[in-house]
């Protein structure tokens, strides 16, 4: 007999995001174990709880979801879960942060009906929030020169690094767009532009100069 499924929810931030339990409640879990504050150093316990209590095929029916706001943290929590697997114990682990993954998947395939990635020239505007540093690594692991957009050209960068050490090759610009003109600018040229700033942020004005 299958044992219940179970899902842990392990979320960097103060509090276990609402929107990731609800979603993962929708999905069919049985049960939710929620963690929230999770850091690479307190993971290793909670780790070892879900891989020793449970043996040989139902180890199937657990599994851990990590998430947070911020995805450089989510991804240190995810390498020290992977370094705690070994031999057999193991289970299945999703990376979400702040919806980043989803999100930006759902983005770059619905361009790539309209647009060949591959050679493109591509701007990503709030390039430097959770969903457009995946959208970032996405577009470039399909081809594309990605022009990396941010009002702050230090954060673009610092993207820009932290991208070519996890998806090389890739052809990465960072670019200021603190003003219209940069931002004017950095989409000269793009086959296309994406927003990924957050609910609500106006990242085009409609008077732009096209």
């Known amino acids: 007999m299958a044992k219940p499924r179970i899902l842990v929810q392990l979320d960097t931030d103060e509090r276990p995001s609402l929107f990731d339990s609800v979603v993962a409640v929708d999905a069919g879990v049985q049960h939710l174990l929620r963690y929230c504050g999770v850091t690479p150093e307190n993971v290793v316990p909670l780790v070892h709880g879900a891989i020793f209590t449970r043996g040989g095929d139902d180890l199937r029916c657990t599994a851990i979801f990590v998430g947070g706001s911020d995805v450089a943290r989510a991804e240190a929590v995810l390498a020290a879960i992977r370094n705690t697997f070994f031999g057999p114990c193991r289970v299945s682990v999703m990376l979400d942060p702040n919806g980043a993954n989803t999100t930006a998947a759902a983005c770059v395939l619905a361009v790539a009906q309209h647009v060949e990635l591959f050679q493109a020239t591509a701007a990503v505007l709030a390039a430097t929030g959770p969903v457009g540093q ?77």
Request: charged fraction near 20%; include cysteine.
């Open 134 to 210: 995946r959208v970032v690594r996405l577009l470039a692991r399909q081809g594309a020169q990605v022009r990396v957009c941010s009002r702050n050209l230090a954060r673009a960068e610092e993207i820009c690094r932290r991208v070519a050490a996890q998806a090389a090759p890739a052809r990465l610009e960072p670019w200021q767009t603190a003003t219209a003109g940069e931002t004017l600018a950095a989409m000269q040229g793009c086959q296309l532009v994406v927003a990924a700033g957050a609910a609500g942020v106006q990242l085009l004005p409609t008077d732009l100069p096209w």
